[in-house]
T-cell receptor, first 115, second 112 residues
Framework: GESVGLHLPTLSVQEGDNSIINCAYS??????FIWYKQESGKGPQFIID?????DKRQGQRVTVLLNKTVKHLSLQIAATQPGDSAVYFC??????????????FGTGTLLAVQP | DSGVTQTPKHLITATGQRVTLRCSPR?????VYWYQQSLDQGLQFLIQ???????AKGNILERFSAQQFPDLHSELNLSSLELGDSALYFC???????????FGPGTRLTVT
């Protein structure tokens, strides 16, 4: 039969506005988290990461917030631009500090920036 | 450009066949990972190698196998292919365990 594609949540914003993309992770033992951006036809591109001993980390135009109490991660993009349009994935790492580095990806959020 | 290279870019083959996907990690990276991205399953971790040794296994079928060679490049072998194996296959690399992974452009596999 025909496969049913994943239904991606979509965030639509106006150019210049700030965007907030949320992610709930599943494993309380995860200690390292990464946000990736994937444009159509390309591989995931690293944006920013955060370790579990932090609750906030800033990059260029991006900020990641980590709330371990409720297992929630968010990505804030300031002054969103049309080039930011893509699918954004959060990933939790199982195994940091040990011998493995297994990333578990969320389903992704489609960010659509309206000019 | 992440520095991770994958070949081929596209692959079309028939059910029952076997294919090999190749990945070269970024210069200096010792760890290689394989992921499968399909429409109905999202991005799924398959397997990790570190400096030639298998370190972690995810949802990898028994029909699939991988290895990392002394020059650190890696190959993913897919055999007895089924229609459901059609997907994008990504390779990623990192300098070591617990560091960000950089993804290649992927190989799009179509099984007909």
């Amino acid at each position: 039969g025909e496969s049913v594609g994943l239904h991606l949540p979509t965030l639509s914003v106006q150019e210049g506005d700030n965007s907030i993309i949320n992610c709930a992770y599943s494993n309380s033992a995860s200690d390292y988290f990464i946000w990736y951006k994937q444009e159509s036809g390309k591989g995931p591109q690293f944006i920013i990461d955060i370790r579990s001993n932090m609750d906030k980390r800033q990059g260029q135009r991006v900020t990641v917030l980590l709330n371990k109490t409720v297992k929630h991660l968010s990505l804030q993009i300031a002054a969103t631009q049309p080039g930011d349009s893509a699918v954004y994935f959060c990933a939790e790492n199982l195994g940091y500090g040990g011998a493995t580095n297994k990333l578990i990806f969320g389903t992704g959020t489609l960010l659509a920036v309206q000019p | 450009d992440s520095g991770v290279t994958q070949t081929p870019k596209h692959l079309i083959t028939a059910t029952g066949q076997r294919v090999t996907l190749r990945c070269s990690p970024r210069s200096g990276d010792l760890s290689v990972y394989w992921y499968q991205q399909s429409l109905d399953q999202g991005l799924q971790f398959l397997i990790q190698y570190y400096n030639g040794e298998e370190r972690a296994k995810g949802n990898i079928l028994e029909r699939f196998s991988a290895q990392q060679f002394p020059d650190l490049h890696s190959e993913l072998n897919l055999s007895s292919l089924e229609l459901g194996d059609s997907a994008l296959y990504f390779c990623a690399s990192s300098v070591g365990v617990g560091y960000e992974q950089y993804f290649g452009p992927g190989t799009r596999l179509t099984v007909t």
